[in-house]
């Protein structure tokens, strides 16, 4: 079954005010005037109630769909599309430095692209700690909607640590007073992710559709949070009796104003370019590690150069780098948060990690014979022909995490897995990341994650920096 968010906008509230002014009132009148409510700040009173609770949970939704790929007016990058560039899976092709910062792996502490990024994903626990509290005083029935704000904060709390470097403050924004967070580890806060996946199972046990939705997505995104964690079997079992065709999406809407964020950075402003192994206009920049996402014509990921009616081949908006592009989304498509091929691939995982190579390779060879869709394709058995088991140790390894890298392009979960590559596999950073000389000119940094910018240390006298770097 397909589970879709909600299309809709968070409730603002406008106060006006109305009356009679007497003869010779001019002072009340100005001070009316230079008092005039904020359209922008929703008064709290105006949420204390069933429907209220309601529309706060509809605006954690729709800060979830901002958080993950979709894109604004405002054209602020998620993190889906800024992990993806710091590593194989997009290449930089637009004017910011900021992308280029997050591209060669050399990303400063005030990046404002970086900066926004992570405040959408700290939006996202408020604003579903807000909807919890409202829901369970005024809406606790369904409890599946109370679920599902659990989920949605697991989620952001899942990204923040798979994305992230050491030291990442969880601040209790929908408490009063604010209670301004500590710095904490990745496994801390993968920890903490996981908790919010309990809760969301534990309010999701029924058997109405709602529910099950709920429970299942949240048990993939717990999953995931258990791979962040090293307990790769524990990870499989959270994910067992999950189809594979579910999915749990996010959509984007023209009338909400908000864009698939990899349609609208990458084909419509080609801000991003697909990634190759083979970089620069001639393709004759190795990129070593990593993964030929455009070269390989993968029919999980078709790509293209794009070309103009006259046959030229169209730049990007830096004018200078050939755009590639990928028709796997449109501008309105809705692309998965979770789904069951995740499920599928944890599975793969923990056979490998239980020394269980041929269960690896039969859990991958049903995913490329079972038609599934993906964004706009639907995939074709005959163009995904079953794996053979490459014996090596590493080979089994790199064969794992390059069919994950396909079936997941785009959505969040590469750079987690190349830092689990790193902590978990025993592979150094150079076996990893992208390393050499950068397309730009430049050499490629040592940057394996998202740094906490400084927006955090000027609000927050309990962070200063990160407190490593470290995958």
């Known amino acids: 079954m397909r589970h879709f968010l909600k299309n809709g906008r968070a409730v603002v509230v406008t106060v006006t005010v109305a009356g009679a002014v007497a003869i010779g009132a001019c002072s009340s009148l100005k001070n009316d005037l230079l008092e005039a409510p904020d359209p922008d700040i929703i008064d709290p009173s105006s949420v204390q109630s069933a429907a209220g609770a309601n529309a706060v949970r509809v605006g954690a ?84 909607d109370i679920a599902e704000m659990y989920f949605v904060r697991g989620v952001a709390q899942l990204q923040l640590a798979s994305d992230f470097c050491n030291g990442i403050p969880l601040t209790d924004a929908a408490s009063i007073p604010v209670v301004l967070g500590a710095p904490l580890t990745v496994d801390q806060v993968f920890a903490v992710a996981v908790a919010s996946f ?46 594979t065709t579910f999915t749990y999406d996010v959509s984007s809407s023209l009338l909400s104003g908000s864009n698939n964020g990899i349609w609208s950075e990458a084909a419509s402003q080609r801000r991003y370019t697909i990634g190759d192994s083979l970089e620069g206009n001639d393709h004759k920049i190795l ?10 014509k993968d029919p999980r990921l078709p790509a293209t150069y794009s070309v103009s009616a006259k046959g030229d081949t169209t730049k990007s908006q830096d004018g200078l780098t050939f755009s590639r592009t990928t028709p796997l989304y449109g501008q309105t498509t809705t692309i998965a948060v979770v789904n069951g091929i995740d499920a599928r691939l944890v599975e793969a995982e923990a ?35 079953p794996l053979v088991d490459p014996v090596n140790a590493d080979a ?51 940057d394996v994650n998202l740094p906490i910018t400084t927006g955090e240390s000027n609000g927050n006298p309990n962070f200063t920096a990160c407190l490593d770097r470290k995958p």
Not at 360 to 365: S, V
Request: hydrophobic share 40%; proline share 5%.
């Open 287 to 296: 990129v070593k590690n990593a993964i030929p996402f455009f070269s390989a």
């Open 61 to 144: 939704l729709a800060r979830l769909r901002s958080a993950t790929v979709t894109s604004g007016n405002n054209g602020t990058d998620g993190t889906w599309l800024l992990g993806g560039l710091l590593t194989d899976e997009w290449s930089t092709s637009s004017t910011f430095v900021q992308n280029d910062e997050v591209d060669e792996r050399q990303i400063s502490t005030s990046n404002s692209s970086v900066d926004a990024s992570l405040r959408l994903l700290y939006r996202v626990p408020t604003a579903a700690n807000q909807a919890i509290a409202l829901l369970t005083k005024y809406k606790p029935a369904p409890s599946s």
């Open 351 to 385: 056979a490998l990690r239980a020394n269980n190579p041929a269960g690896m390779i039969t859990i991958l060879n049903a995913l490329r014979a079972t038609p599934l869709t993906i964004g706009t394709i639907t995939t074709s058995p005959a163009a995904l022909p």
């Open 396 to 446: 089994r390894i790199n064969l794992l995490f390059r069919e994950k890298a396909f079936w997941t392009f785009s959505r969040g979960e590469r750079l987690g897995d190349l830092r689990r590559l790193v902590r978990q596999y025993g592979r150094t950073v150079d076996q990893v990341f992208p390393v050499g000389t950068h397309y730009r000119g430049t050499t490629y940094g040592p």
């Open 198 to 243: 309990d809760s969301a199972r534990a309010l999701s046990s029924a058997t109405d559709a709602a529910s099950v939705a709920i429970n299942r997505a949240a048990s993939i995104g717990k999953a995931r949070a258990l791979l962040g964690l090293n307990q790769i079997a524990a990870a499989a079992t959270a994910v067992t009796g999950v189809p």
